[in-house]
Every structure is written in C-alpha cells, then in structure tokens.
C-alpha cells in the first residue's frame, strides 16, 4: 500500500534536547511538506521541498531544520531554539508543488 | 493577505440531522477550495474540492459549491452518521509558486445516536 509513514506516534522529550520526526512516503512524490497543528488552530506551514536536495522556509520555519537527502524522506528537527515546540506535527507529500496533497497519520510531540 | 474563516464549533447533532458547516474566505487570485476531514488521532485526509466558481465538490455524501459572489464553500450533509465525527477544515490554495495551503481553524462536529 502506498502511503506516507511518521513514527512516532507520540514523542516526549525534555526541554532544551533536539528532536527528529521522522516522515516517509512511498508514492513517489516529489514534493513534501511539514506542518505544525495546535488545538483550536488550522495548520501553518513549517517547511517545504520540491524535489531531492531543496527546500523552502514556510510561514513558522524559525526553531526547525531540515534535510531532503532521499526523495522517500523529509525528516524534521525541532531545535531547542523552538520556544514551544509541543504540537502535532503533519508530514505531506504531492506529486509536484501544484498537486493535491496527501498527509501523513502524524507525530504528537510533548515537551517538558 | 489570503484567509479562511470557518464557524467556531463544536458543532453537535444527533444522527440523520442536516449538517453546514460555514466557510469564507479572502484570496488575491482564483483560489482552489478544499475540505479536509480529521479523524480523531489521524492525519487530513481530502474531503473534496473545487477548483472554480460555482463548481460543486462532492464525495460521500457530503457536497460544498464554491461561491464567488460571497465568498464561500460552506460544506453541507443531508443526514449525518455518528462515523461522521470528526474535525473538518476548510482551505483554499492559491496557484503562482506553489500549491500553498491556507487552513481554516477546524470545526469539531459530534453526532450522538
């Protein structure tokens, strides 16, 4: 089945350590995204990439990272610089920028 | 800039009811329309769309129809089912660049037996 995988599910962490999401899809798709949802809010865009090698600051970019070595693979590192990181974190992925986009399960971090 | 308003919810109803859940927005351009539902615990999954004014998106029984003339794409059901809780979000993306989502801030609905 093809689908865009994030492990883990729920993520602790304590204040002031990194933290890597991690964020895979087998479909093919040259574009992936990360958002970030806090409750009672829509979802605000953190990064994003167009193809292997390149990626864009989205609306919310400061305290994260990220890297596109493999086309499969979008992780994203919450730095301690991220004053509050606690959140879910979606992972998305389209064919290209223009196409429809499909969302990973998502990771819900917690940290203390 | 570009936005979506959606109704504040929770939105509550008891099973077989009509269901709208209001959505407007503001967009430079000619915005795609979209609704995204969110399973308890899961990630977004597409609802429908529509791409132009007056188009109708469609699917399980739900329906919205983008309207230019004020702005919306409320979403409509004609009978709820309780499997049909969830949160919904409206979203609109604007082409030039990228496909840029823009979300609304979600609308839980409850449906009770």
């Known amino acids: 089945d093809g689908g865009i995988t994030q492990s883990p599910k729920y993520l602790f962490r304590k204040e002031g350590q990194n933290v890597t999401l991690s964020c895979e899809q087998n479909?093919?798709?040259?574009?992936m995204y990360w958002y970030r949802q806090d409750p009672g809010q829509g979802l605000r865009l953190i990064y994003y990439?167009?193809?292997?090698?390149?990626?864009q600051k989205g609306d919310i970019a400061e305290g994260y990272s990220v890297s596109r070595e493999k086309k499969e693979s979008f992780p994203l590192t919450v730095t301690s610089a991220q004053k509050n990181p606690t959140a879910f974190y979606l992972c998305a992925s389209s064919i290209g920028l223009a196409g429809e986009q499909y969302f990973g399960p998502g990771t819900r971090l917690t940290v203390t | 800039g570009d936005s979506v308003t959606q109704m504040e919810g929770p939105v509550t109803l008891s099973e077989e009811a009509f269901l709208t859940i209001n959505c407007t927005y503001t967009a430079t351009g000619y915005p795609s329309l979209f609704w995204y539902v969110q399973y308890p615990g899961e990630g977004l999954q597409l609802l429908l769309k529509a791409t132009k004014a007056d188009d109708k998106g469609s699917n399980k029984g739900f329906e919205a129809t983008y309207r230019k003339e004020t702005t919306s794409f409320h979403l409509e059901k004609g009978s709820v089912q309780v499997s049909d809780s969830a949160v919904y979000f409206c979203a609109l993306s604007v082409s030039g660049g990228y496909n840029k989502l823009i979300f609304g801030a979600g609308t839980r609905l409850a449906v009770h037996p």
């Open positions: 990439s167009q193809i292997v090698n390149d990626f």
């Open positions: 479909l093919n798709h040259d574009a």
